[in-house]
């Protein structure tokens, strides 16, 4: 069974940084490309940043890119989001998805989510 | 940026009814290699976003056939057959043929 599990939310201030972290299991970690997806509260779901299976290609939204950095261990079965110069506008649940297909066209499994909070 | 724009936003449904969702892109989603990248994601409280359908009309595995997805170009529409009380939630589409962008999402509740 594919599992996904994000870890390293929290509360931080505007301007700090947190690294997000999924360690994945149930399937072989290095032959997928992998994403993060995030909600806001009361917001619908927003596409945060891809990469793929050994980190060739790396893809952000305007709304985090310069900011964040996403990475991969694959020895580790384990993918990461740094969160830089964080705003308030950035908390969010954030969540981990497996990219379901070579042509990079959905994501078919997804993590339970860890809640950032940015506020002073 | 491709715009993604469902509606309705809100949808009450009678259980055992069917229910609707339409999704509308802001350009032709078909892409290059020829395949249009349009899923469909349902999200239940509490629980992580779930695949329903890729490209258009693929029902994923393990879903039930009462949903079902069709469209093409830039019109798209999500169908469940027979409302259940299990299928309460938030529907989105998402596009993948140009970055990946979301629809507002619509919220089936029961009536």
């Known amino acids: 069974e594919v599992q996904l599990v994000e870890s390293g939310g929290g509360l931080v201030k505007p301007g700090g940084s947190l690294r997000l972290s999924c360690a994945a299991s149930?399937?072989?970690?290095?032959?997928?490309?992998m994403s993060w997806v995030r909600q806001a509260p009361g917001k619908g779901l927003e596409w945060v940043s891809s990469i793929s299976s050994s980190s060739s290609y790396i893809y952000y939204a305007d709304s985090v890119r310069g900011r964040s950095t996403i990475s991969r261990d694959n020895a580790k079965s384990s993918l990461y989001l740094q969160m830089d110069s964080l705003r308030a506008e950035d908390t969010a649940i954030y969540y981990c998805a497996r990219v379901g297909s070579s042509n990079w066209d959905y994501f078919d499994s997804w993590g339970q989510g860890t809640l950032v909070t940015v506020s002073s | 940026d491709i715009v993604m724009t469902q509606t309705p936003l809100s949808s009450p449904v009678t259980l055992g009814q069917p229910a609707s969702i339409s999704c509308r892109s802001s350009q032709s989603l078909v892409h290059s290699d020829g395949n249009t990248y349009l899923s469909w994601l349902q999200l239940r409280p509490g629980q992580p976003p779930r695949l329903l359908i890729y490209k258009v009309s693929n029902r994923f595995s393990g879903v039930p056939d009462r949903f079902s997805g069709s469209g093409a170009g830039t019109d798209f529409t999500l169908k469940i057959n027979r409302v259940e009380a299990e299928d309460v939630g938030v529907y989105y589409c998402m596009q993948a043929t140009q970055s990946w962008t979301f629809g507002q999402g619509t919220k089936v509740e029961i009536k």
């Open positions: 149930g399937f072989t970690f290095s032959g997928f490309s």
